[in-house]
């Protein structure tokens, strides 16, 4: 496993295999999370054979930064490249407008869980070339702090909706939280975490019987199961009644709000039917609604319904006595559009091929 993705008490374990003291498990993850340094012969106060026989073990840089989209005030996209190759994206939000609640001081990152993905909703673009690989617990965490040293920027949040069902790859997912909640890792607060998932049953309720109080989004976009499933294949396997007792399980046990994710697309779950059923689901879990303009994605066909569809459809939930809002920016929210960049830049790199 990469150093990044040791626990403490993985750490102690390998001191002492290395007839070290434990205090050194320490000393080393304050070099890794707290002074970021990832170059082994720089850790002064550990003995040199020590420093060796780690350097030997653990490659200091899992994700290299192949390019940087956006500027200090918007929102700002970091493509990496893996060891192996394969392509991920973090997305980097800055303060204002937040993406969840009303705080303004939130700099959120959005990360990336897999290569690709599995479960092809219609709407997105991060399955269009299907599943590659889950990332590793350490390029989950790496993610984060590498966009803290790129962007020079302190992140408070984070989010689990970029590339990838981050349910589907559950254990690396539980463990990359676990370090970046640590206090002798990343340090961010459970509740400042949010896992996003397309709707796996199971999933929610392990994540429920966790004790870390990271938040949970769902990927509803559908109101009805004819509606879903149509956009939404994993809707068959796990349909809207079993989704929503799951959640309601989940709020039973951690006594938390959790946020419901609807994409509008004109002609296809935009009726104002949809929006009456979608207000009666929401308050059923206590759910708050996100609704969020379609961005368009290239390959695919459908658009974003007109503007004061939106508002109505907004107006019904609100009407309704549901907590809803509507993402109003202005062209293609870039943190909808995760797995865009990396789709962008691998037809270009296919291009580039093609010419030799
Ligand atoms: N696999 C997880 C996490 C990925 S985030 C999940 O499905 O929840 C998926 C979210 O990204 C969607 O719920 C939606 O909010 C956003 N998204 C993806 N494609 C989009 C698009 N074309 N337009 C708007 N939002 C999109
Ligand atoms: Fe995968 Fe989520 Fe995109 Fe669906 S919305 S294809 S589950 S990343």
Known sequence: MEALALTKSDWESLMTECGQPNYRAAQILEWLFQKRIRSWEEMKNLPASLRETLAAKFPPHLLQSIRETGSRDTTRKFLFRLHDGQL???????????????????????????????????????????????????????????????????????????????????ENLIRAIGILNASWGVGIGARHMTVSTSGL???IRDLAAQPLQVRLAISFHGATD??????MPVNRKYPIEELLSACEDYVRSKKQKITFEYILIRDINDSLEQARLLARQAR?????????????????????????????????????????????????????ACGQLRLQVEKSFAAADALH
């Not at 920027?153 to 990838?164: L, P, R, T």
């Not at 961005?295 to 907590?323: C, K, M, S, Y």
Request: aromatic share 6%.
């Open 284 to 336: 059923r879990v206590g759910a708050k609604v996100n609704l969020i303009p379609y961005n368009t994605v290239e390959g695919l066909e459908w658009e974003r319904p007109a503007e004061d569809r939106q508002e109505e459809f907004l107006d019904i939930l609100r009407r309704a006595g549901t907590d809803a809002t509507l993402r109003r920016e202005k062209g293609h929210d870039i943190a909808a």
């Open 226 to 231: 004819d509606v879903r499933s149509l956009i």
């Open 88 to 170: 991920i994206e973090s997305v980097l939000i800055p303060a204002s407008p937040a993406l969840y609640g009303d705080a303004s001081d939130r700099r959120t990152i959005c990360v990336s869980s897999q290569v690709g993905c599995a479960y092809g909703c219609k709407f997105c673009a991060s399955g269009l070339d299907g599943w590659k690989r889950n990332l590793t617990a350490g390029e989950i965490v790496d993610q984060f702090l590498q966009v803290e040293a790129l962007s020079g920027e302190k992140i408070n949040n984070i989010v689990f909706m970029g590339m990838g069902e981050p349910m589907a790859n559950y």
């Open 201 to 203: 049953v199971p999933r």
